[in-house]
């Protein structure tokens, strides 16, 4: 798929979305308890892997408006993300992870926490970790891919930085889709705005009122230059993670607001035999 | 509560404010109110401080494709040129308007430069205390000697670039104040004078939405820990820089969409006599 195609793929399929769009009327409270009952039930049927949802390598810094905390699992899902301190960004569905679909064999590996893996990857291997940092690496269950990620702590801007290496282990050079999403539910509220750049896929509370207490938001951005400068963001009007080889069925053409929506990165590397493609993003308080 | 200190003091002042923003008529609009065409320098009017100038005295630049940053600094201390990532640039359309605001709110003045949506010419000549290749440092007092702002602007490259810029206000005074300080860009992301708008308490940020033309945004954020009574981030529905003694005014609560608006960072400080604080902002494409 092209970065036009991409695009084209964002605009049609943001037509059929039905999340609230700026200027309608705010029904803060029934749509909160809407989007929890929802939550609820898409959580009731998944077998979560308590690998993929336990915090294993907890991270720390700063104080006052500096003070980031955030927790990485075994398998590499960053379940808890909380900045400025009392300010929980992800959800309480544990749903934050990574998806690869191999384009060229159209097959789909992930694991997006609480809402659970594909099943098809190998155990995940911790290949270092120390105050500020923690390497895990992970090959899928056929042995084709091995993706390494390097979750690294920044403190300015206090941010969590996951640097995403895919490597091909076959003998043939592979297409793949590669995305990073998370269950945005900013200052601990399941529905918030949310909108997405070429950059960016943001999730956030306006500072209104009596409310600004609440006024926080996660920013999921891409670092660096893709491959090819092919990557984006987009939003999605549910918080349920995308299907890696469709990742485009639920997004939407944003700003929305007042929705339990979730945030995702996307990219689309081609990937040489045995060569390794890099993604870096990171998680920041917006 | 501390939030609403800053709230109660512009309600407050912005009925005896003696200085008035250029421009900066009416009431706070809705979304459509505040749609408005290009903008351009043919005809305009400008503020009493007519000679605040766009014109580049230090130029910024680092990085390569999508890590690229370049900004600029007038002589009197506003950025008026910011590019991220590469051929994005946020600020420098039709008139070029960004700059800083003072409120005295104990003697009911206000101080500030725009660039070209102009100053309130009750300040003193610029001096540049220092000049090195990531960095200026500009110090401003106002005419009466009451105020003295040294400003320092820093270049910050990488993969997550950024210009930050050090507001450090002094106190001249012999008796203990209480302050507004903000933080002003008419921001035209990606080169569009209409984008989206919002604003969190860390921030405020135009931007236009992936899927669409120029999908780009600028944040201005706050860095740190200000050693304020209260700050948050205004997203407002006019290009024109805000009155210091009424930052929230045009301001609106909530997604902005299609609107030629602003964005602004807002401090309260309470500065004793002969004392100086300082709080930080950030410039950074997303």
């Known amino acids: ?286 | 509560m501390k939030q609403f200190v800053l709230i109660s003091i512009a309600l407050m002042m912005c009925s005896c404010c003696l200085a008035a923003s250029a421009g900066g008529s009416g009431a706070t609009g809705t979304a459509e109110a505040g749609v408005q065409p290009a903008q351009s320098k043919v005809g305009e009017t400008f503020g009493p401080g007519q000679f605040s100038s766009a014109d580049c005295a230090f130029t910024f630049t680092a990085g390569a494709k999508n890590t690229f940053q370049k900004f600029c600094v007038t002589a009197n201390g506003n950025v008026t040129v910011f590019e991220s990532p590469l051929g994005q640039e946020h600020i420098a359309v039709g008139r070029d308007g960004e700059g800083y605001g003072v409120c005295d709110v104990n003697a009911k003045v206000a101080y500030s430069d725009y660039a070209e949506f102009g100053d309130t010419a009750n300040w003193g000549q610029p001096s540049v205390l220092r000049q090195e290749a990531k960095s200026a440092v500009i110090a401003r007092t106002t005419s009466d000697g009451q105020w003295t702002l040294t400003q320092t602007f820093t270049l910050i490259g990488g993969k997550s670039p950024a210009a930050t810029i050090a507001m450090k206000l002094t106190n001249n005074t012999a008796g203990d104040r209480t302050t507004l300080l903000v933080r002003y860009a008419d921001a035209d992301a990606a080169g569009l004078s209409l984008n989206n708008l919002d604003a969190t308490r860390e921030g405020a940020f135009a931007w236009n939405s992936a899927g669409t033309t120029g999908q780009f945004g600028l944040a201005l954020e706050n860095v740190g820990t200000p050693p304020a009574s209260s700050f948050r981030g205004i997203a407002r529905t006019v290009p024109e820089g805000p009155s210091p003694c009424a930052p929230l005014d045009h301001q609106f609560q909530g997604t902005i969409t299609n609107t030629d608006g602003s964005v602004v960072m807002a401090y309260s400080l309470d500065i004793a006599a002969g004392k100086s604080k300082t709080v930080t902002v950030r410039y950074r494409g997303f």
């Open chain 1, 1 to 286: 798929m092209t970065k036009n195609t991409l695009v084209i793929a964002v605009l049609l399929l943001g037509m059929l979305s039905f999340a609230e769009t700026p200027g309608n009327v705010t029904r803060k409270q029934p749509a909160e308890a809407a989007a929890k009952w929802s939550k609820e039930n898409a959580l009731a049927g998944i077998d979560r892997n308590a690998s993929s949802t336990d915090c294993a390598f907890s991270f720390n810094s700063g104080s006052g408006f500096t003070t980031l905390s955030y927790c990485v699992t075994a398998s590499g899902n960053i379940t808890k993300f909380e900045t400025p301190a009392g300010h929980p960004l992800i959800s309480t569905s544990l749903g934050e992870g990574y998806g690869v679909c191999d384009a060229s064999g159209a097959v789909a590996y992930s694991d997006f926490g609480g809402f659970g893996d594909s099943g098809n990857w190998g155990e995940a291997k911790v290949v270092s970790h120390d105050a500020t940092s923690v390497q895990i690496a992970r090959t899928t269950g056929d042995g084709i891919w091995t993706l390494t990620q390097t979750i690294r702590q920044g403190t300015t801007p206090p941010a969590a930085k996951i640097v995403m290496a895919l490597t091909n282990n076959s003998k043939q050079t592979r297409s793949a889709f590669v995305m990073r999403y998370v269950d945005v539910d900013a200052d601990g509220s399941l529905t918030n705005n949310l909108d997405a750049t070429h950059n960016s896929a943001l999730g956030w509370n306006s500072a209104t009122g009596n409310e600004e207490s609440a006024a926080f938001g996660l920013e999921l951005q891409n670092q660096g230059t893709a491959q090819g400068d092919v990557s984006t963001g987009f939003i999605q009007d549910t918080p349920n993670p995308p299907a890696p080889c469709d990742a485009f069925a639920h997004s939407v053409q944003g700003p929305v607001v007042s929705t339990d929506g979730s945030l995702v990165m996307f990219y689309e590397p081609v990937v040489h035999s045995h060569k390794t493609v890099t993604m870096t993003t990171a998680y920041k308080g917006w």
